[in-house]
């Protein structure tokens, strides 16, 4: 008996199955068509679509099946001549006014994975009206003989054109940031970019003058080194040891498609992301004087709204993802937008995630301050947390079966529903906020700490995450939150 047509819904960050099961070519031409369909609606083949690919296994050749569906419509397409990072696409489709763009990356899922992003015309993470008739396409097309045009064919014919985007990513930095300055700098930086497709680019960047960068993993391994390439520990212990070793003044990480940051301090130190975040934002305040608003996810940190106050800075909290935070920040005009799990776009830059732009800022903060005397980074920090306030964050991923993982899912979000907690780490409950997205809860105590639990919308887990005033509070508000989730 023939199965019905896979169900593809696109998550917070696009849709992403494990490959061979769901993630199929069949699939990929399936969301290439939801994409080309949308194009079509618009009248707007001759602008195009840019079409992206990481380093995961058979991510080129995922790409060109994507781009033989977009070609079969008649509609440009612009591919990447290798493997880039995401943002990259962000920026070609800036570049060159198109229509959309296609990203081929399940960017920190475990290396069994792909996906399929989707970037609306800003640049942008395609917001929630774009994907709604991108996913209605999708949902018609199960099963039909979807058109395709040969890749090679159609390109001899000239509607496929070839980029590499570093030369004019590179100028495009140049308009907010001094390259020359941080390469001048007397500084020696350790780049982790887990395999991925970020991988040479700092290096590239910063290479040719003073500072001494030592980049790792720069080879390509579909495999990820047995991690899956998300900047946070374990996956970076290896990095985090080197760190410790001495010899360094700083570490700065990337994910797998290099549009999340993270960073390290010259002891070996994981700055968590959302100890990013706050840093960030007091970079743009402190030192390039902006009072823009900012957008945070509702999972990111209190220190924003601290931040905010001592600087006037207005503070927009979305749900969970940057198709929420790239729109918001366009209709806010906001300097900077940020997600827990390291993604960071900026109003200067491109309201998209980029883990390279996020660690050139953390560079050059942490280059500022030493010239004020706060260094090295770890001294930095703790000058960091007088101002904005404590910050232990934690978060506790628990996996399920993609077969039991729906009836967890209506069990969790129920049972919080009828039966919220009413203490946790011995203090009252003063505050329980359900998220708009209806897949989760946040639950505040009486010092300010919180408990967030979230049904993931890429992978079948349950997060749990929590930003405490002390490690203790901490400890104690994930293990109740683990309690909720697994029913005890």
Known sequence: MSQPPTRIVFGTDGWRARIAEDY????????????????????????GVVLAYDRRFASEHFAVAAAEVLLAHDIRVFYGDRAVPTQMSSYEVVERSASAGVVITASHNPWTDNGFKVKSPSG???GPEMLAVIEAGIAENGGTDIPRRDFGEAEASGLVERYDPFEGYERYLRRTVDLDSLRAADARVLVEPMWGAGAGWLTRLLGGAKIQVNEIHQERNPYFGGVNPEPIRPNVDEALGMLAAGGYDMGLLLDGDADRAGAADERGTFIHQLEVTGLLMYYLAEHRGLRDAVVISVNNTSMAARLGNHYGIEVHETPVGFKYIGPKMIESGA????EESGGFGFGMHLPERDGIYADLLLLDLFLRERERGKWPVSRMLEAFHELAGPSFYRRVDIHFTRAEYDAVKRHVLV????KSPTSLAGQDVTRVQPLTTKDGFKFFIADGSWLLVRASGTEPLMRVYTEATSPEVREAIIASGEQLVRGG
Do not use: I, K, P, W
């Open 24 to 47: 199929t070519f069949e699939n990929v031409r399936r969301c290439a068509d939801g994409v080309a369909r949308y194009v079509v609606g618009r009248g707007e083949q001759q602008r």
């Open 124 to 126: 942008s993470a395609a």
């Open 415 to 418: 049972d919080l529903l009828e």
């Open 335 to 338: 300097m900077m937008g940020a």
